[in-house]
């Protein structure tokens, strides 16, 4: 079974920065789209970047500039550094993997809270 475990949430103020991290577990992370999503409160979740299998990145045009998505296949682990945080970027964070354009697997979600 494929595990997806985050961490690196927490408070920042306004301009700061986090890097958020997610290991994944099993076999399927060379061969999976990378995908960060974010939740508020009262709002649906919002696809933030992508990486694809062969390294192409798409961002929000919410978070682009500020954002950098990557990922390291040999430690089955992806990242999303966040850098000039503001409070409208305040979510739950999930990371999800994407097997074979088919199956998505999703970590259990780390909160950011941007506030001064």
């Known amino acids: 079974q494929v595990q997806l475990v985050e961490s690196g949430g927490g408070l920042v103020q306004p301009g700061g920065s986090l890097r958020l991290s997610c290991a994944a577990s099993?076999?399927?992370?060379?061969?999976?789209?990378i995908r960060w999503f974010r939740q508020a409160p009262g709002k649906q979740r919002e696809l933030v970047a992508s990486?694809?299998?062969?390294?192409?990145?798409n961002y929000a045009d919410s978070v682009k500039g500020r954002f950098t998505i990557s990922r390291d296949n040999a430690k089955n682990t992806m990242s999303l550094q966040m850098n000039s945080l503001k409070p409208e970027d305040t979510a739950v964070y999930y990371c999800?993997?994407?097997?074979?354009?088919?199956?998505?697997?999703w970590g259990q979600g780390t909160q950011v809270t941007v506030s001064s």
């Open positions: 990486i694809s299998s062969g390294g192409v990145t």
């Open positions: 099993g076999s399927i992370f060379s061969g999976s789209a």
């Open positions: 999800n993997a994407l097997y074979a354009g088919l199956i998505n697997y």
